[in-house]
Every structure is written in C-alpha cells, then in structure tokens.
C-alpha cells in the first residue's frame, strides 16, 4: 500500500481549487462591481500613451512591413513566391 502525505481524497482538492478559481474569476465579480461601484468600472481601458521614439520605430516597422508585401506581390507564379520568402527568412534584417 502506497503511504499517502496528505490523508485527503484528490477530488477533494480538485473540487476546492474549483471553487476558488470560479470565486476570484472576473464573471463571478462583474455583477456585483457593476451594481456597487457603477458602470465605470468595466469600462474599457485606454492604451498608454506612445511616445515619440515609439511612434518613428512602428513607423519604420510599417515601411518595412510595405516593402517586404511589395516584394512579394511581385512574384510571377507560387515557386517564385516560395524562394522569395525563404530569402527573406534567411537575410538577416537591421531588427533581428
């Protein structure tokens, strides 16, 4: 007979973790946050403002991004298109 360390059933403890997931999940609180603490709690979230040094970099990203579809919208057939992404997979970019 296998010595157990803790003389408690498994479902037991499976059924407990249950309960505590669905007790600090967000669906079990949103109705009581709404209807305690008002509609503006759920409210969407605004993303954090972006810096400039962010902004030139996604911008740089999107040129990159333009150059490369542009590249590849010229293949002639899907071989050619296939060679071209594996050349772009092996180039070694200024970002990697």
Not at 19 to 34: C, D, E, G, Q
Not at 49 to 66: I, N, P, T
Not at 76 to 83: F, G, I, P, V
């Amino acid at each position: 007979m296998k010595a157990r360390l803790l003389p408690i059933d498994e479902n037991v403890l499976n059924g407990a973790f249950a309960l505590m997931a669905n007790a600090v999940s967000h669906a079990s609180f949103a109705p009581t946050r709404a209807s305690s603490l008002g509609g503006a709690v759920d409210a969407t979230l605004r993303a954090p403002r972006v810096g400039f040094w962010e902004r030139l970099d996604r911008w740089a990203w999107r040129q990159v991004q333009k150059e490369r579809d542009a590249y590849l919208a010229r293949s002639q057939n899907l071989a050619d298109l296939e060679q071209r992404i594996r050349n772009l997979d092996c180039v070694r970019g200024r970002y990697f």
